[in-house]
């Protein structure tokens, strides 16, 4: 089973300071055919124009994950953290038993790109949490976040990981759900899986297939795949 979510058909927000596209269902955007994959409930591409950002707000029970793009993020939260979260870095918080933090572009000249994350966690009303770090590609396949925080990954609260994907012009992947699900979401570049042609900002899930993953583009994609337990999957 293949699911197939093209960027030009996500949700869309814009509020001046922030524009955004919703690949599920947040905020005032909601369609009931598209509330997320398994416990992969949210991710937005959101872009912030310069020093703007998000004002301090709440979360509970969430796994917190922001992927920095383009520019840093500026970090506060109601645990004492402040950190800059520059362009490569992965940001991890549990929101747990409840935690107030503020996102706001670093920059007062230019605009800041990054993908917020999502998850639900398999434990709730735990201490909240927060992690970030720059993870180095290690070959095609990198893990950025995992359960148990493998070959120098951030750890989240679910059985679930979040690798980064990067192949190179004509080179190839076969991506293998086996007995979970898997979700593929394109952050540049292009590709060709199972004969569907994906660009930026596309995404596929996958139940009980194998993807062939081949780099059509002529220059390097990147992607993060996600590997999931067995729930939602949108037919």
Not at 35 to 50: E, H, K, P, Y
């Amino acid at each position: 089973m293949i699911y197939l979510r093209p960027a030009k058909q996500r949700g869309a927000a814009n509020f001046g300071w922030l524009e955004s596209n919703h690949s599920f269902s947040f905020g005032n955007y909601y369609d009931p055919k598209h509330m997320g994959v398994s416990v992969l409930r949210v991710i937005n591409d959101d872009f912030v124009i310069a020093g703007a950002g998000f004002q301090e707000h709440g979360h509970r029970d969430m796994e917190i994950i922001s992927y920095v793009l383009e520019g840093a993020i500026e970090h506060k939260d109601s645990m004492g953290n402040s950190f800059v979260v520059p362009a490569g870095d992965i940001q991890r918080m549990s929101a747990g038993t409840g935690i107030t933090h503020s996102e706001f572009n670093n920059s007062k000249t230019e605009a800041m790109k990054f993908l917020q994350i999502w998850i639900t966690p398999n434990k709730t009303g735990i201490k909240p949490s927060y992690e970030q770090k720059a993870v180095a590609q290690n070959g095609t396949l990198t893990p950025l976040v995992t359960a148990d925080g493998r070959k120098g990954s951030l750890m989240m609260h679910q059985d679930a990981a979040m690798y980064r994907l990067v192949l190179q012009p004509g080179e190839n992947i076969a991506l293998d759900s086996g007995e979970r699900i898997g979700y593929l979401h394109i952050i540049s570049g292009s590709l060709t899986v199972n004969s569907n042609q994906l660009i930026q900002g596309d995404a596929l899930g996958v139940k009980d297939e194998i993807l062939e993953v081949l780099n059509t583009g002529n220059s390097e994609l990147t992607a993060l795949w996600f590997d999931l337990p067995r729930g939602n999957f949108p037919s």
